[in-house]
């Protein structure tokens, strides 16, 4: 069953830090990844995509890899900033033409 | 200029009545998406259609009926509403064999059935 995991569900960090989040899938057969940004109440703001020959791509402060081997994905985000507290989502493409969701990791930039 | 629109953003209705939810995009893509997000805030794919054709139907109950009148509308018709469909319905598109097929989603219709 193809699946999309992300650890940790929450994560508060100070403000000015940088971090990591996570995501895994099962299947290492893909097509692409996307990671997304969902504000409370809004909806999903694509980030980036990394296609699967591709290991990482960047945008500003966020860098996005992609290691599909070990069946993993990371999104490094630098200097964080208050702004940037909101709910991250990992998709992934397994090449059916359609995007499965991971749970999501809800970040809090701490000022 | 918003790329994918959705009609309306709110809907609040009884049980058992019929509603529709309308969802636009002006991107010039081929393939559009409705996915489902839970009261846990999990996503999901219902539908997909490629060029007015149905790519995908996830074992969606059949009181939910996708309409694609043209390439640019997928519409989500929903009879007889219960209180499970209570959730956010998201509509995306992309261009499928673009090599990117980056997917663009709407701002969301939260259903509320009571």
């Known amino acids: 069953k193809q699946e999309v995991t992300q650890i940790p569900a929450a994560l508060s960090v100070p403000e000015g830090e940088n971090l990591v989040l996570n995501c895994s899938f099962t299947?290492?057969?893909?097509?692409?990844l996307q990671w997304f940004r969902q504000d409370p109440g809004k909806g999903l703001t694509s980030l980036l995509l990394?296609?699967?020959?591709?290991r990482e791509q960047t945008s500003g402060r966020l860098n996005a890899s992609l290691d599909k081997s070990s069946g993993r994905s990371t999104l490094y985000i630098a200097a964080s900033q208050p702004g940037d507290s909101a709910t991250y989502l990992c998709?992934?493409?397994?090449?059916?033409?359609?995007?499965?969701f991971g749970t999501g990791t809800r970040l809090t930039i701490i000022p | 200029d918003t790329a994918v629109s959705q009609t309306p953003k709110y809907l609040v209705t009884q049980m058992g009545n019929d509603k529709s939810i309308k969802c636009e995009q002006n991107?010039?893509?081929?393939?559009m998406y409705w996915y489902k997000q839970d009261s846990k805030k999990f996503l999901k794919i219902m539908f997909s259609?490629?060029?007015?054709?149905?790519?995908i139907n996830e074992t969606v109950p059949n009181r939910f009926s996708p309409k694609s009148p043209d390439k640019a509308h997928l519409n989500l018709h929903i009879n007889s509403l219960e209180l499970g469909d209570s959730a956010v319905y998201f509509c995306?598109?992309?261009?499928?064999?673009?090599?990117?097929?980056?997917?663009?989603f709407g701002p969301g219709t939260r259903l509320t059935v009571t």
């Open positions: 995306a598109s992309s261009q499928v064999g673009q090599g990117a097929e980056e997917q663009y």
């Open positions: 998709a992934v493409n397994f090449g059916n033409e359609k995007l499965t």
């Open positions: 991107l010039g893509h081929d393939t």
């Open positions: 259609y490629n060029n007015k054709e149905l790519i």
């Open positions: 299947d290492s057969a893909i097509y692409n």
């Open positions: 990394i296609q699967s020959s591709q």
